[in-house]
Nanobody, 115 residues
Framework: QVQLVESGGGLVQAGGSLRLSCAASESIFSLNTMGWYRQAPGKQRQMVAIINRGGNTIYAESVEGRFTISRDNAKKTVYLQMNSLKFEDTALYYC?????????WGQGTQVTVSS
C-alpha cells in the first residue's frame, strides 16, 4: 500500500520557484506532524520544514524565509513552496512524518537548480 507520493520537482534556474506536493494516506496524515526532507548526492537526508496538524511550522535555517510548508487536511496533502531557489537546494525531496519517519519512504521528487 502506497502511503506517500511526492510530486512537483523539476529543473529550474537559480532564483526560480517550485511547488512540491505530497499526498499521504489517511493513516499517516491524520494524526501526525508532517515534514519535508531532502537528500543531496553524498549527503545525509535532512529535515527542511515541518508542520503540525494545527499549522505551526519550523524551518531549517538554510531555507528560512524562502520556503513555505503548508497542509490541506481535507486532501491529506502537504505542500512545499520553494522560492528564490539556490544551487545548493538541489536534492531529492521527500515527505514523511516527524520526528520519526513512520511511513515507508516514497520515491521522492527531484529538484535541480541550475546556477
Amino acid at each position: 500500500q502506497v502511503q506517500l507520493v511526492e510530486s512537483g520537482g523539476g529543473l529550474v534556474q537559480a532564483g526560480g520557484s517550485l511547488r512540491l506536493s505530497c499526498a499521504a494516506s489517511e493513516s499517516i496524515f491524520s494524526l501526525n506532524t508532517m515534514g519535508w526532507y531532502r537528500q543531496a548526492p553524498g549527503k545525509q537526508r535532512q529535515m527542511v520544514a515541518i508542520i503540525n496538524r494545527g499549522g505551526n511550522t519550523i524551518y531549517a535555517e538554510s531555507v528560512e524565509g524562502r520556503f513555505t510548508i503548508s497542509r490541506d487536511n481535507a486532501k491529506k496533502t502537504v505542500y512545499l513552496q520553494m522560492n528564490s531557489l539556490k544551487f545548493e537546494d538541489t536534492a531529492l525531496y521527500y515527505c514523511n512524518t516527524f520526528p520519526h519517519a513512520r511511513a515507508q519512504w516514497g520515491q521522492g521528487t527531484q529538484v535541480t537548480v541550475s546556477s
